[in-house]
């Protein structure tokens, strides 16, 4: 009786998993595709002002709509979303490699290491990440470099308590036993059997921060300490188009942020589909 119940719900989730995990490809897949086609193929300058075509609606000559100078919305936000996305996959990587060498250190060496590396990182991470962003990038000028290295700097703790806690999980394993019982030395061990098990979950770890950098850039850029105004960015466009929001333009604020959100929703869904392949029993309990 139970199986009969529970297997429609199991083909339904399936099913529904199925569907997110293919429109999440297919839209990355366009994304993808637009910030690496469309800036060398374009003919147009993304700059190029136009007073006589200022804030005009969505249309066919322009699918965004045109910002308070003439300047086409489409266009500026693939530029925008371009950038955006380098950072959050700049700082991504550079935050991933961070957190999962300081947390392979203390899952591997343990005792005064493990206590004091972790203290170190439960003290940086009672500090709001936004405050301690603007504080790193106060000290520069305006930049692509200053938000990279404030949101890697910002961002590497949560993957540090991921990769130690499954070191710490690796530690136990009968092959690790064997292989310290086989005379190999600890150097030896996390290179060949820790570091390659945590790296799964480093990589998924590294996916799920990409939106959330390029979120903490268009952060910076909205409070204009991020990149310079006068370049391209999803933060620069929402922060240049709260003008034309108060007089009742809604396009210039409407589009920069679906390409914030829209990205989010995708990558979300495509590490949700990774997760389920690194948890074989959550994937067993979805298909019930």
Sequence with gaps: MAEVTWRPQGRARRSTRTLRLRVSAVVVAVIVLAVLTVPPLAQLDQQAVDLSAKLLPPSWAHPFGTDDVGRDLLLR????????????????????????????????????????????VDTLSSIPHLLLGI?????????????????????????????????????????VDAAISG?????????????????????????????????????????????????????????????SLLAGDWWPTLFPGLLLIVPTLAIAGLAGAWRDSLNPRRRSELTL
């Design 77 to 120: 936000c693939v530029y925008g979303l371009r950038v955006s996305l380098l950072v959050g996959l700049v700082a991504a990587l550079a935050a991933t490699v961070i957190g999962t060498a300081v947390g392979a250190a203390a899952g591997a060496l343990g005792g005064w290491t493990d206590r004091v590396v972790m203290r170190a």
């Design 135 to 175: 504080f790193i990038v106060a000290m520069f000028r305006p930049g692509v470099w200053p938000v990279v290295v404030s949101v890697a700097v910002t961002h590497w703790l949560s993957t540090a308590r991921i990769v130690r806690a499954e070191v710490l999980s690796l530690r136990g394993r009968p092959y």
């Design 183 to 243: 005379g190999a030395s600890r150097w030896r061990v996390a290179v060949r059997h820790l570091v390659p098990g945590v790296l799964p979950q480093a990589g998924l770890a590294a996916v799920l921060m990409v939106p959330h950098a390029m979120w903490h850039e268009s952060a910076l850029s909205f409070l204009g300490l991020g990149l310079p105004a006068h370049q391209a960015s999803l933060g620069n466009l929402v922060q240049s188009a709260r003008g």
